[in-house]
């Protein structure tokens, strides 16, 4: 196999556009190849050596090892699946699907033809997360027994998919994904139980607060939304220290702050690229090379609590 994987690009989403295509044009073990769009009037003429007008064009070409999905969230299962199925390997946007049903569903698709499959929480690659796992690795922060993580945005855009019911929209889905995956990241299972309030607007959810406790008793707070100022902060606090976390889910340079009782301790984090990161670690894989790839247990994990939340709202 090339040292170079092609990648296909399936849809011409906003963050296709501005984030995923420029990253993969940044790792050197990566290139587009190929983009599909039902509007093919739209893609850039040249750009890249095959557009497609039909996404399943697109996955019979052989000359394409990748798939990127940012389809609307209501079409991921059915998108994945194919893609597979097709002999790709497929990376998709978060949500990976609407249930943990789905999920499953998709896992052992992707067993079946030996395929990777890979959830796109591009934030796992960035010396934040880095430093925040040696700090929960070192014992300082004791015995964790709270987490409390907020992400959201003012949406000020018309006609936007995430505020369409029928399209797996809300504000859960979209940015509430992510404090979910964070806490797992941290606490590396299952809540027992949650208890959930929201707004809604237009039948979706526009302003959701979540309560998870677990079997040793912790309990994490995680706050999501896109109807009022944005917020993006998480803090981790144990029996012997706190660490707060500004902007957990950027990759900008920053500092992050352990509280113990010594006094406050300034983690500096570096810039990182967290896209090209993903692109880069995920080619890697297919190339059998060295890698971190988000395990399918994590998505399913993180599906179950979004499962979770729903039921109790």
């Known amino acids: 196999m090339s040292e170079v994987v092609n990648w296909g690009i399936l849809g011409y989403a906003r963050i296709a556009k501005n984030s995923i295509i420029p990253a993969i044009d940044r790792a050197d073990n990566a290139r587009v190849y190929g983009v599909a769009s039902r509007n093919k009037a739209e893609l850039p003429a040249g750009e890249w050596p095959q557009s497609y007008d039909d996404y399943a064009a697109l996955l019979a070409d052989d000359a394409i090892q990748a798939v990127y999905i940012p389809l609307p969230n209501s079409l991921h299962k059915e998108w994945v699946i194919r893609a597979l199925e097709a002999g790709k390997h497929v990376l998709c946007e978060k949500p990976i699907g609407l249930t943990a049903a789905e999920a499953r569903e998709m896992q052992k698709v992707a067993a079946r033809h030996d395929r990777l499959l890979m959830e796109a929480f591009m934030y796992q690659y960035t010396d934040r997360v880095r430093v925040i796992k040696e700090v929960i690795d070192s014992g300082d922060l004791g015995a964790i027994r709270h987490i409390n993580v907020s992400f959201r945005f003012l949406l000020d855009r018309p006609n936007t998919i995430k505020m369409q019911p029928a399209l797996g929209g809300g504000a859960l ?108 670690h995920f080619s890697s894989a297919i190339l059998n090379q060295p890698s971190k790839i988000i395990p399918l247990d994590e998505t399913v994990r993180n599906m179950q609590v979004l499962d979770m939340i729903r039921a109790a709202l």
């Open 173 to 280: 889905y979209d940015v509430g994904c992510y404090p979910v995956n964070f806490v797992g990241l941290v606490t590396g299972r299952l809540p027992v139980q949650c208890k959930a309030l929201c707004e809604t607007q237009d039948g979706v959810d526009t302003n959701l607060s979540a309560l998870l406790q677990y079997d040793d008793g912790l309990i994490a707070n995680i706050h999501c939304g896109f109807n009022a100022f944005g917020r993006n902060y998480a803090e981790i606090i144990g029996t012997k220290g706190m660490l707060c976390i500004d902007k957990p889910f950027l990759d900008d340079a920053g500092t992050l702050y352990l509280h113990t009782p010594e006094g406050i301790r300034e983690l500096p984090v570096s810039e990182s690229d967290r896209y090209q990161a993903e692109i880069r």
